[in-house]
Structure formats: C-alpha cells, structure tokens
C-alpha cells in the first residue's frame, strides 16, 4: 500500500493541472493533508490527533510519520523511526476543551500503547480531577483507553489540567514509562464584567479646562485576560445636557470636555457608567458616577442696597447701629463667600467699626468711641465688600460693591460735667461755722438745650458742709472735731452732685 501512494504522490506532483487538496479523490491523500484529522462533530470541543514533533522534510517523511496512526488515537509511548539523524521525543500538544460543555459526557481523546499483551493492556489517568480535587471530571475506559469529559469545566477556577497518563498489563505490571497529558480549558464569554464599586465620586473645580481629569471608573471580568472575552469597553449612558464630560473607552479615566462648569447653576453632576467585554459588544454592567463642582472665587460680593440710613444715640459705645445686607453666589461658608466689609471715607477719628456675622454673612456696624451729637450730629460713610479669598481672573464686576451709609446722631440729655474733678482745697484746723471751703462749677454739653444747673451733697457723713444749690460754693456748717474718724491724714472726703433740669436720659 506504501508504494501505490508514493507512485501517486509522483504522478499529482508531476501533473500541474491537478490540484492536490482535501478535495482529492484519494481518501488517503484527504487524511494527509488535515494535521488534526478528521473534525469533531462539536464546534465547542476538539477531539485531538496529535503529530509527532520532527522536523517535516518532505511529502514521503510526512506520510511515514502519519499513516501508521489513526486521527483519533494517541500514542503517547511511541518513538518514531529514525531517518538518518537523532529525532526528539515526542511531546503531546495540549487537548483543548471549551468551559461549560453540556454534551457530556465527551470523549476528549483515546490513548494507546504499542505494546500487544496477552489479555490487552490497562490505562488509567491520575491528577486533578481524576482523583485529586475536583475530582470525577476526567476518566478513562481502561481498554479502550478513551478519556471522558464527564463534568462542565470551569476556566475561572481552573485553566488547565496536568494528568498522568499510565499503560499496564493485566497483572498490574508497567509496561510504559508515565506520560503527561495536559487539557486546556478553553474560555468563553460567561462573566459579566463588573465594576469594583457601585458608585465613583469625583471633583472638578468649576470653569475647569477641557481635559482636566476628575477621577476614573474600574471594572474587572473573570475572563481570559488574554481574549475579548475580558477586552473592556468603557462608555457613559447618560449625563444630562450639555455632555460636559468624556470617559476613556480603555482607561475609564474622566474627563472634562467642554467649558461651562458653573457651581452655581450646577453644583453635581450624575452620570451612568457602562462597562462591556467584547470590546464594547459582549455583556455589560453599570455604575454611577457622582461629580460635585467646587467652589472658586468667581462672584464678587455686594451690597443689596447701594444707600442706607441708620440713627445712634450720642455718648454711647459698644452699640450696634446697624446690618449692611451682603450677597455672594458662591459656596455659603466658604472664604470665597465671607465678606470682608471696610470702611474707606467718613470716620476720620474711628468712631465707628464693621465686623462680619459668620452666620448672615451681613456687615454690623458699631459704635467703637463715644458720639458727640453737638460737635457732629450726622455722618456719611462710604464702606466697600470683598471676599477674604481673592476673586478668580476676569469675574462679573460687582454692581454694588460699594455703598453710602447715612448715620444721624441722636441727642440725649447729658449730665454736666465739672471742670475739675476731683477738686482739692484746705482749712485750718478748728475753722468757724460760715468759713469759705471752694466753689465748685459745671458744665451742661447740651448746648442746644437751656438747661440750669444745680449741686447738691451726696456724701458729708459729719454734715460739716453745705452747698448753694445755685452757684455751687461750699463753706462749714460747724467746727469739724480733730478727732473725727472720717479724717484721713488730715483730709477729709465729700461728693458734691451737679443736674440739670431737663429730662433724664
């Protein structure tokens, strides 16, 4: 039969108008040109034929090499001849099976030794899952030597499985040194890609430039990281309008596209992610994204009312005169909100402060020194608001960052005020009723008002005094005792009032 083919073989190579291929009407010549011989009858499997690993030479080597065996079969032990140079040992290509195959259970591939005993020969298999963990995949009918798939596999738990292949004689004796098997679990698309958190939080500062990264979405698949099944494909579903962010399809890095981030149009911004394997056209899974916009200064503040006019009584500080209504559009609490309230013209001798309410963000003006309603009974002050942060390049203008506030002074009714205070004179020792002893004088700061003004004691605890209610001049009553407990190394100590006659403040 060797020399028929190799006369065909002569005659087709020497004959151009035929066309060798598996189309040829030799069934023999069919077989020769398939390396894996005949197909499986399931797409999702492959039942192995494997050749010997020699380098091919010509046409009749490779007939040599593959007409003694059949397609199917492997023999693990065999040795092929040699043809004039030292060949390598023949090393089994790994059998490829897919993950979740249902038509079990499968014959992955037959086994076979060379060696012909009396009562046949015996193989088995070793390994995992055959009777290491998981165990029951793999079996072997041990004359026939055909080995089964019995169980779906699973490549995310295990890719691959190393087996023990063994040829024995009926009474357990080795007639073949152990050989490997190995069997590829081949991926399929049965893990949806997921995202390692259900929802990613960015920030981005607001009128930030196109391209500015704000933060980046992560999925992973149980794949085959080496196959489309776990190529992943990044998308967004859903922004809103205007689209003002992009994802990279590969990186899932975000990123700002366009102008147009105003936080104080839109202070969040919430987009749905997609994830898909296949390189966009496999399963997928989805996520959110949540981007809030921070806050810059890029509102000036202002005053809601350009002119104000307020009213403060005289002779008093630490007061309150009035609030200064501040707005700012920027973020409330922030130093891009504080307003920072000055007083520029109008309070040449600092009558007056402004501190800000933390809480309204309002100017409160208060008295810091004493008003004098009859030597200035009215002011006018220009005050100006800023932020304690610097405003960004090229803000709105501020319409009303400045304002003129009007304050009327009010007048009260002063006490008067002696000239001096407190006043030192001296007697001699054992004066007479009647002696001369000091005139006291005061004066009413009411100078719009005509007021009199009185005195009177408030404090003479030996009575040795009396006052003229009209002109305030002070003379003794009596003969003061040297032995008076109220003289204190020689000196002795009286209040004297002054009031007036208008109301009472």
């Known amino acids: 039969m060797d020399t028929a083919l190799l006369l065909a073989l002569g005659l087709l190579a020497q004959t151009p108008s035929i066309r060798l291929g598996p189309e040829c009407c030799c069934p023999l010549?069919?077989?020769?040109?398939?390396?894996?011989?005949?197909?499986?009858?399931?797409?999702?499997?492959?039942?192995?034929?494997?050749?010997?690993?020699?380098?091919?030479?010509?046409?009749?080597?490779?007939?040599?090499?593959?007409a003694p065996r059949r397609p199917s079969t492997l023999y693990p032990w065999r040795r092929p001849p040699a043809l004039g140079r030292v060949r390598r040992a023949w090393v089994i290509p790994p059998i490829s099976v897919s993950e979740n195959y249902k038509g079990l259970p499968y014959m992955l591939v037959q086994i076979r030794s060379d060696?012909?005993?009396?009562?046949?020969?015996?193989?088995?298999?070793?390994?995992?899952?055959?009777?290491?963990?998981?165990?029951?995949?793999?079996?072997?009918?041990?004359?026939?030597?055909?080995?089964?798939l019995n169980a779906e596999l699973d490549r995310e738990k295990t890719s691959s499985y190393r087996l023990k292949v063994f040829a024995l004689d009926r009474g357990g004796s080795v007639l073949e040194e152990p050989t490997d098997l190995e069997i590829v679990v081949v991926d399929q698309n049965d893990n949806r890609p997921a995202f390692v958190q259900?929802?990613?939080?960015?920030?981005?500062?607001?009128?930030?430039?196109?391209?500015?990264?704000?933060?980046?979405?992560?999925?992973?698949?149980?794949?085959d990281p080496d196959t489309d099944n776990a190529a992943l494909h990044y998308s967004i579903l859903a922004q809103g309008s205007p689209?003002?962010?992009?994802?990279?399809?590969?990186?899932?890095?975000?990123?700002?596209?366009?102008?147009?981030?105003?936080?104080?149009?839109?202070?969040?911004?919430?987009?749905?992610?997609?994830?898909?394997?296949?390189?966009?056209q496999g399963l997928s899974a989805t996520a959110s994204a949540?981007?809030?916009?921070?806050?810059?200064?890029?509102?000036?503040?202002?005053?809601?009312?350009?002119?104000?006019?307020?009213?403060?009584?005289?002779?008093?500080?630490?007061?309150?005169?009035?609030?200064?209504?501040?707005?700012?559009?920027?973020?409330?609490?922030?130093?891009?909100?504080v307003a920072n309230v000055t007083i520029l013209e109008g309070d040449p001798e600092g009558h007056f402060g402004i501190r800000t309410d933390p809480r309204t963000n309002e100017g409160v003006l208060s008295v810091v020194k004493p008003l004098d309603y009859e030597s200035h009974a009215h002011y006018e002050l220009r005050v100006s608001v800023q932020n304690e942060a610097p405003l960004q390049a090229a803000p709105p203008r501020a319409q009303r960052g400045q304002a003129t506030v009007s304050i009327r002074v009010?007048?009260?009714?002063?006490?008067?005020?002696?000239?001096?205070?407190?006043?030192?004179?001296?007697?001699?020792?054992?004066a007479p009723p009647g002696t001369f002893v000091a005139s006291f004088s005061?004066?009413?700061?009411?100078?719009?008002?005509?007021?009199?003004?009185?005195?009177?004691?408030?404090?003479?605890?030996?009575?040795?005094?009396?006052?003229?209610?009209a002109t305030g001049q002070i003379q003794t009553r009596r003969v003061l005792s040297p032995a008076s407990p109220f003289l204190k190394d020689g000196w002795y100590r009286a209040i004297v009032l002054a009031l007036d006659d208008g109301e009472q403040p």
């Open 290 to 337: 949540i981007i809030s916009v921070d806050d810059i200064n890029d509102n000036a503040p202002e005053f809601t009312r350009g002119k104000l006019l307020m009213e403060v009584t005289e002779a008093v500080s630490g007061v309150d005169v009035g609030r200064l209504e501040v707005e700012d559009r920027d973020l409330p609490g922030s130093p891009n909100w």
């Open 243 to 280: 689209e003002l962010f992009s994802i990279h399809e590969r990186t899932g890095e975000i990123r700002t596209v366009h102008v147009g981030l105003d936080r104080e149009a839109v202070t969040t911004y919430n987009l749905t992610l997609q994830v898909a394997d296949m390189s966009g």
């Open 29 to 66: 010549w069919s077989t020769l040109l398939s390396p894996l011989g005949p197909q499986s009858p399931d797409p999702g499997l492959q039942a192995s034929t494997v050749s010997f690993t020699e380098q091919l030479e010509t046409l009749v080597s490779a007939w040599l090499t593959l």
């Open 115 to 148: 060696k012909r005993q009396p009562g046949g020969v015996i193989y088995s298999i070793q390994g995992p899952g055959v009777d290491e963990e998981p165990l029951g995949l793999f079996s072997v009918e041990k004359f026939s030597g055909r080995v089964f």
């Open 442 to 469: 005061a004066q009413d700061p009411d100078t719009v008002q005509l007021q009199r003004v009185s005195y009177s004691k408030d404090y003479d605890p030996e009575d040795w005094l009396q006052v003229d209610g």
């Open 410 to 430: 009010q007048d009260v009714n002063e006490a008067p005020v002696f000239l001096e205070n407190p006043l030192r004179t001296s007697l001699a020792e054992g």
């Open 198 to 223: 259900e929802v990613f939080a960015g920030r981005v500062l607001e009128g930030a430039a196109p391209g500015t990264y704000v933060t980046r979405a992560e999925a992973t698949d149980a794949d």
